[in-house]
T-cell receptor, first 115, second 110 residues
C-alpha cells in the first residue's frame, strides 16, 4: 500500500514564526502536492512538484515556499506564519502512469493553528 | 477562480436510494477526472476515475459519467449505504496538475 506520511497531525504556531510541514511518501512517486482545505473552498493547490528540485505554483502560493531535495520528501514552508494560514494542510503524491495521469494518494493531514 | 466547481454543498439521501453528486469544470485541457471520499480528520481517499476518452466508468456501486461538451461529470452511488456518508470531492487533472472542487457532504439516512 502507498503510504504518505505527514510529520504532524496538529500544530500550533505563533504569528511570524517560520513553519515547516514535512511529507514523505514511500512509493517512489514522481509527483507530490501540497493543498490546504478550508470550509466552503475545498482543496486548493498551493504547490506541486513533478521531480526533485522542480516545483510549480498552484492557485495560492503566496506566503508559502516548498523544497524537494529528495524524491520521497516534499516540504511546505510558511516563511512568516499569519492567522489566515490557519487551515488543514494535505500532502499527496502520484506517479506518471502509462496514459499520463493517475490518482493521487493523500496523507492524513496537518491541522495548523496560527495564534 | 476555481476551475472545478461543486455547486451543492450537501446532499441527503435515504438508504437504498441513488445518490447523484455533480461537478462542473471550466478548463477544457483537463483530461482526467477523479472522485475522492473524505472522512473527518482523515486525508481524502481515491474512489473512482475517468479518462476524457470515455464517457462512463463503473466500479461496483459507483459510476462516474463524463459529458465533455458540457464540461460536467457526475458520480452515481447505487444503492446508497449509511457508510457512504462523507464529503465527496471532485478533481480534474492535466499533466498531473490536479485541482479539486469545494466538496459535497453526503448524508445517507438509515
Amino acid at each position: 500500500d502507498v503510504k504518505v506520511t505527514q510529520s504532524s497531525r496538529y500544530l500550533v504556531k505563533r504569528t511570524g514564526e517560520k513553519v515547516f510541514l514535512e511529507c514523505v511518501q514511500d512509493m517512489d512517486h514522481e509527483n507530490m502536492f501540497w493543498y490546504r482545505q478550508d470550509p466552503g473552498l475545498g482543496l486548493r493547490l498551493i504547490y506541486f512538484s513533478y521531480d526533485v528540485k522542480m516545483k510549480e505554483k498552484g492557485d495560492i502560493p503566496e506566503g508559502y515556499s516548498v523544497s524537494r531535495e529528495k524524491k520521497e520528501r516534499f516540504s511546505l514552508i510558511l516563511e512568516s506564519a499569519s492567522t489566515n494560514q490557519t487551515s488543514m494542510y494535505l500532502c499527496a503524491s502520484s506517479t506518471d502512469g502509462p496514459a499520463g495521469n493517475t490518482e493521487a494518494f493523500f496523507g492524513q493531514g496537518t491541522r495548523l493553528t496560527v495564534v | 477562480d476555481q476551475q472545478v466547481k461543486q455547486n451543492s454543498p450537501s446532499l441527503s439521501v435515504q438508504e437504498g436510494r441513488i445518490s447523484i453528486l455533480n461537478c462542473d469544470y471550466t478548463n477544457s485541457m483537463f483530461d482526467y477526472f477523479l472522485w475522492y471520499k473524505k472522512y473527518p480528520a482523515e486525508g481524502p481517499t481515491f474512489l473512482i476515475s475517468i479518462s476524457s476518452i470515455k464517457d462512463k466508468n463503473e466500479d461496483g456501486r459507483f459510476t462516474v459519467f463524463l459529458n465533455k461538451s458540457a464540461k460536467h461529470l457526475s458520480l452515481h452511488i447505487v444503492p446508497s449505504q449509511p457508510g457512504d456518508s462523507a464529503v465527496y470531492f471532485c478533481a480534474a487533472s492535466e499533466d498531473n496538475d490536479m485541482r479539486f472542487g469545494a466538496g459535497t457532504r453526503l448524508t445517507v439516512k438509515p
